[in-house]
């Protein structure tokens, strides 16, 4: 009789709790909120260059660079708040609004 590794009775009893396998685990990346972070990151980064401590010889490129990445952060976020709702609709089992 063989003795089966903890791994091995941890990913059978995985396996049949869950009754999903479409696939890989899910990473930080395929978060919606994963680049908008980052671009506000970004944001900041430009505007402490370019306004709190200016650095002379690359001021017009951080400060044309701040508004920028600013458009794209405010862009992205608005699109990663929305894609967050629809999912909680979806997961909610609500139908969703109709006009």
């Known amino acids: 009789m063989t ?3 903890e791994d091995e009775i941890l ?3 995985t396996r049949q709790t869950d009754g999903e396998d479409d696939g890989p685990p899910t990473t930080p990346f395929d978060n ?15 505007c402490w260059d370019a306004w709190i401590e200016p650095m002379e010889e ?9 508004f920028v990445v600013l ?13 967050k709702r629809e999912d909680a609709e979806m997961t909610s089992g ?4 109709v006009p």
């Open 32 to 46: 919606p909120l994963f680049l908008p972070i980052l671009l506000w990151l970004f944001t900041a980064w430009f």
């Open 3 to 5: 003795r089966e590794s």
């Open 94 to 97: 609500d139908p969703p609004d």
């Open 71 to 83: 458009v794209l952060a405010l862009y992205f976020t608005w699109r990663a708040i929305q894609e």
């Open 11 to 13: 990913r059978r009893e």
């Open 58 to 66: 690359h001021l017009a490129f951080n400060r044309y660079g701040f």
